[in-house]
């Protein structure tokens, strides 16, 4: 896989404008400028889980006795039902967090960023593709500043969007996503089977 469809795969599950509306109803309680430091630290914090399991992907699997089809499979389902859910979204909060509250690697860094989908796929990726993990960390760092900067300018997108927009945008990602993961679900099933 090439850094711009990896990065484009990672940065359609980190699904940004997807999570902004969560961002924005978690940090308005925070000061404008404390808020910046929040969201600075936290996508910093996501980084470097990401950056963990990519380059300890193989390892990961290994102790765990996981084959790439296992993961390839598997990894599909997940996207699968993440992709529906941002087609047919469901009420209800997810934060967890007290009114005011500043979070603390959860819920924003984890699952919001880095989150068990971007996880697998990034075990996935490392596993198919163990000599280019150099390229798989620069497609890593594509996804993310281009998450980041969403986020950061969170108010000039939900501006530009409004709700409505945000929404629309999230389906069409949600659309992008079970195509991809059917066929990764395909491909796991095609490498199982021997084909």
Same mark, same amino acid.
């Given at each position: 896989?090439?850094?711009?469809?990896?990065?484009?795969?990672?940065?359609? =599950? +980190? &699904?940004? %404008?997807?999570?902004? /509306?969560?961002? *924005? !109803? #978690?940090?308005?309680? $925070?000061?404008?400028?404390?808020?910046?430091?929040?969201?600075?630290?936290?996508?910093?914090?996501?980084?470097?889980?990401?950056?963990?399991?990519?380059?300890?992907?193989?390892? =990961? +699997? &290994?102790? %765990?006795?996981?084959? /790439?089809?296992? *993961? !390839? #499979?598997?990894?599909? $389902?997940?996207?699968?039902?993440?992709?529906?859910?941002?087609?047919?979204?469901?009420?209800?909060?997810?934060?967890?967090?007290?009114?005011?509250?500043?979070?603390?690697?959860?819920?924003?860094?984890?699952?919001?960023?880095?989150?068990?989908?971007?996880?697998?796929?990034?075990?996935?990726?490392?596993?198919?593709?163990?000599?280019?993990?150099?390229?798989?960390?620069?497609?890593?760092?594509?996804?993310?500043?281009?998450?980041?900067?969403?986020?950061?300018?969170?108010?000039?997108?939900?501006?530009?969007?409004?709700?409505?927009?945000?929404?629309?945008?999230?389906?069409?990602?949600?659309?992008?996503?079970?195509?991809?993961?059917?066929?990764?679900?395909?491909?796991?099933?095609?490498?199982?089977?021997?084909?």
């Amino acid at each position: 896989m090439d850094i711009l469809s990896a990065a484009t795969l990672l940065f359609l =599950i +980190m &699904d940004p %404008l997807g999570n902004l /509306p969560i961002f *924005l !109803s #978690i940090l308005k309680h $925070i000061d404008a400028k404390r808020r910046r430091i929040v969201l600075i630290r936290e996508m910093l914090f996501a980084l470097a889980i990401l950056m963990l399991f990519l380059f300890a992907g193989q390892s =990961i +699997m &290994d102790f %765990l006795h996981v084959q /790439p089809e296992t *993961l !390839s #499979i598997s990894g599909g $389902i997940i996207l699968f039902i993440i992709a529906i859910k941002m087609i047919f979204p469901s009420a209800g909060s997810i934060t967890g967090l007290a009114a005011g509250e500043e979070p603390f690697i959860v819920p924003l860094a984890i699952p919001l960023i880095a989150g068990p989908t971007v996880i697998a796929t990034l075990l996935l990726l490392s596993s198919q593709n163990p000599t280019q993990l150099l390229e798989l960390s620069a497609a890593v760092m594509i996804a993310w500043t281009g998450t980041s900067v969403i986020l950061m300018f969170n108010g000039f997108f939900h501006k530009i969007l409004g709700e409505r927009g945000l929404k629309a945008v999230e389906r069409l990602m949600g659309l992008l996503l079970v195509m991809i993961s059917t066929q990764m679900f395909l491909d796991g099933i095609k490498s199982y089977v021997g084909m």
